[in-house]
């Protein structure tokens, strides 16, 4: 029996510990917990550790550390009570937070979207697509070849993972395009029952505009096939996508608006078809401005002069850091009265 939840704000926190969290982070998790705050909601952390190769224990210790410093709290998180995920009657739990621990949750949704038909095995190796997108007629975007994988904070070459990159360049933060070539296996996908094995990617419809309202950056439009194409939705070494992990995580625990950054603008829309084919409801979204170094480069984890941890050895007051914050980014805007 959950607690009436019926416009209760709950925002999140949804950092990747695979770095020190730097200014970028920061500022953007700042604006999440603010809006939470004003609002009178609840902040939920949520550790988004599931690319076990890139991810480190120091790191999550660090985000909890380093958030703190900077003045934020949370209410629910890996780090407070309630994480076992049963709660109680008087405070249910929507945990458990870190995402190395949510299987169950990621293999229901896909075995729904396997049974709606919406997701197909992909067998494709590197090769094969680096060799399809480099012939020009099959080509959906031959020129996003050159791109940067999604991932936020370093270039990820399959995949994205990581919520916290407020940092990234706006349209650099994507997957490489998929030119289809396994669209006709979708028939043969009840014949798997795990994903493991092969790659899993959500089959997109062509042409369909998305459009939502973002907080910050007003009216937003992407259309399948031709911004994005078949996303991944689990990975070969068997771990759920990105996309996948982040979806069904904000639905089940109950996220009413999304504060992330906005190289996740596109991935947006690709989670907005991913939500309706699961049946979930969609938050609000607040992305924010990315933040440049000196050189108008994304900051990026390893800029670690400005990692939260460095500036707070350099005796830097996190009071000033939240002024700037403050100042810098009009974090009020649209936010509803909690
Ligand atoms: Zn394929």
């Not at 890996?78 to 458990?96: I, N, Q, R, V, W």
């Not at 709606?116 to 080509?139: M, N, Q, V």
């Not at 994205?160 to 030119?179: I, M, N, Q, V, W």
């Not at 959500?202 to 950056?217: A, H, I, L, N, R």
């Amino acid at each position: 029996m959950a607690e009436p939840l019926v416009n209760q704000y709950r925002g999140r926190l949804a950092p990747s510990p695979t770095g020190y969290l730097h200014l970028g982070h920061a500022r953007t998790f700042w604006v999440a917990w603010q809006r939470a705050r004003t609002a009178h909601g609840k902040l939920i952390f949520r550790n988004e550790d599931l690319d076990y190769q890139r991810c480190r224990p120091k790191f999550v210790s660090a985000m909890y550390e380093d958030l703190r410093w900077l003045g934020l709290d949370w209410d629910e998180g890996p780090d407070l009570d309630g994480d076992a995920g049963h709660g109680s009657s008087f405070a249910p739990s929507f945990g458990p937070y870190s995402q190395s621990e949510r299987r169950s949750f990621y293999l229901e949704a896909w075995r729904n979207l396997r049974d709606g038909g919406f997701i197909y095995p992909c067998t494709c190796s590197r090769k094969d697509l680096e060799r399809s997108l480099s012939a020009p007629h099959e080509a959906l975007h031959a020129a996003e070849m050159n791109q940067p994988a999604p991932q936020e904070d370093e270039p990820q070459r399959d995949d994205r993972f990581a919520e916290a990159s407020p940092t990234a360049t706006p349209g650099a933060d994507d997957e490489l395009p998929y030119p289809g070539i396994c669209r006709d296996k979708i028939a043969t996908a009840g014949e798997y029952d795990s994903p493991a094995g092969v790659s899993w990617r959500f089959k997109v419809p062509d042409d369909e505009t998305t459009s939502f309202e973002d907080g910050y950056f007003g009216k937003q439009q992407f259309v399948a096939g031709r911004d994005f194409s078949d996303f991944l939705l689990w990975r070969r070494d068997d771990i759920p996508a990105y996309q996948l992990a982040v979806v069904v995580d904000d639905a089940a625990m109950r996220i009413t608006e999304v504060v992330r950054g906005a190289d996740l603008l596109k991935s947006t829309a690709r989670q907005l078809l991913l939500m309706r084919a699961l049946g979930y409801s969609v938050p609000a979204y607040f992305h924010c401005p990315l933040l440049r170094d000196e050189k108008n480069v994304r900051l990026a984890k390893r800029h670690d002069a400005l990692s939260l941890r460095a500036l707070r050895e350099r005796g830097v007051d996190p009071a000033e850091l939240r002024k700037q914050f403050a100042e810098a980014i009009e974090w009020r805007r649209g936010l509803m009265r909690g």
